[in-house]
């Protein structure tokens, strides 16, 4: 795989979860040998059970099935890769437990007592043709109910075909970008013209959208953005 392509894709990764109302960053942790890293994480996001962004009149099925009961959330790794079995978690996280007691920590849902190690570790690990879906669990602590979603973002698999966990392929991550930002039809009540500048790290893929006349594809994105550092 092009290695600019899999920086690009998980850069829009990250605007695609932003674009559903997810607050999103990713996570580094440290290892005690100087100048190593322990292992990273590329996503992990909340989101909100009652997000609303009805004033974008955006209205597609919504394919990551985000909750409308509880705080989601995500934990997802960008995997840019033609073959299904290399689709994982890094084994630094997956196979670590202190590793796995750390990404609990660093989300901070509870101060209790409560074990969620293994729950973790067996859906960090969970590669299974037996589910039918995203992996999940739900959870409740001191400050609410939370379903806790684990998946990854596959730019090179063709779409999920509804057996083994479910993933997020290109061509819907482009598709419903897409949906959100262009400029070809006017929203009386979201207008999609202004400084995009605002976008910050996300400026030249917005600017690549919403230039566009025409829907874009997941072969235009790649042919764009395949040399671009």
């Known amino acids: 795989m092009n290695k600019n392509l899999d920086k690009h894709y998980a850069n829009i990764s990250k605007l695609y979860l932003r674009l559903k109302g997810y607050v999103v960053t990713n996570l580094i942790l440290h290892s005690e040998?100087?100048?190593?890293?322990?292992?990273?994480?590329?996503?992990?996001?909340?989101?909100?059970?009652?997000?609303?962004?009805?004033?974008?009149?955006?209205?597609?099925?919504?394919?990551?099935?985000?909750?409308k009961e509880n705080i989601e959330i995500i934990i997802a790794d960008v995997k840019n890769t033609k073959n299904i079995d290399n689709v994982k978690f890094n084994d630094g996280l997956r196979k670590d437990d202190l590793s796995i007691k750390e990404l609990i920590d660093w989300i901070g849902i509870s101060n209790e007592n409560n074990d969620l190690s293994s729950k973790f570790k067996n859906s960090l690990n969970l590669h299974s043709n037996e589910l039918t879906g995203f992996e999940s669990f739900q959870e409740t602590s001191s400050i609410g109910n939370f379903l806790f979603k684990f998946t990854f973002f596959c730019p090179s698999l063709e779409k999920w075909n509804g057996k083994g966990f479910k993933y997020i392929h290109g061509e819907e991550i482009i598709e419903f970008i897409w949906e959100c930002l262009n400029t070809t039809k006017e929203i009386k009540s979201c207008s999609r013209i202004y400084n995009f500048k605002n976008w910050n790290e996300y400026e030249e893929y917005v600017l690549f959208f919403k230039s566009a006349e025409t829907k874009t594809t997941k072969i235009q994105f790649e042919e764009y953005f395949r040399t671009k550092k």
Request: net charge negative; aromatic share 6%.
């Open 33 to 67: 040998k100087s100048g190593n890293l322990k292992t990273e994480l590329d996503i992990l996001g909340i989101r909100m059970p009652f997000h609303l962004q009805e004033n974008r009149q955006v209205n597609l099925v919504d394919y990551l099935e985000s909750s």
